[in-house]
């Protein structure tokens, strides 16, 4: 079990530390309001951009201190309670569950920084199709999507284990 504990800790803060990272060096490189660069043509561009709500700008507050609180504290709680529910089942947890939960945990808190001390987050990546704007997002959305497909995958696909999500979640 320790194991496996030190295994999600480090997991989970390396997943944080490679977004923060990735801001890092996408605030350094990339100008605010410049055109975006084409890294993969018709798919993928990056250009800096600041969020100061959820997904898709949802719920932005515009720098309003109540809106910042609101949002960061939704965070640290569900932050916190992802990391109890891992640490008081990590027994029953699954290798791939507790690498979902590495993904997600770890993007939250890389987002989370960013909310917290930033009052927004930092995003670089713009997908597209063509001319069609699709989303634009960061490492840590990445993280925290390819950690749900993971879960929902052992879920549906491999819900037979005893130690698969639906089992934990009980």
């Not at 043509?41 to 809106?67: C, E, Q, R």
């Not at 949002?71 to 640490?87: D, E, K, R």
């Not at 699709?134 to 993971?150: E, K, P, R």
Request: glycine share 8%.
């Amino acid at each position: 079990m320790h194991i496996k504990l030190t295994c999600f800790i480090i997991g989970t803060l390396l997943v944080g530390f490679i977004d923060q990272a990735s801001k890092k060096i996408a605030i350094s490189y990339l100008l605010l309001g410049a055109p975006p660069i084409e890294m993969i043509p018709g798919f993928i561009d990056f250009k800096l951009v600041y969020n100061s709500g959820v997904s898709f700008g949802f719920l932005s507050h515009n720098g309003s201190t109540i809106g910042w609180i609101l949002l960061s504290s939704v965070t640290i709680f569900i932050i916190a309670y992802l990391i109890q529910l891992v640490i008081r089942r990590i027994s029953k947890i699954s290798k791939l569950g507790l690498t979902s939960f590495c993904f997600i945990i770890g993007g939250a808190l890389g987002n989370g920084v960013d909310r917290i001390f930033y009052q927004q987050v930092t995003d670089f990546m713009i997908f597209r199709i063509g001319d069609i704007t699709l989303f634009v997002n960061n490492l840590a959305d990445d993280a925290i999507s390819i950690g749900l497909i993971l879960l929902i995958f052992e879920a549906l696909i491999l819900r037979r284990s005893k130690n698969s999500i639906k089992a934990i979640l009980k």
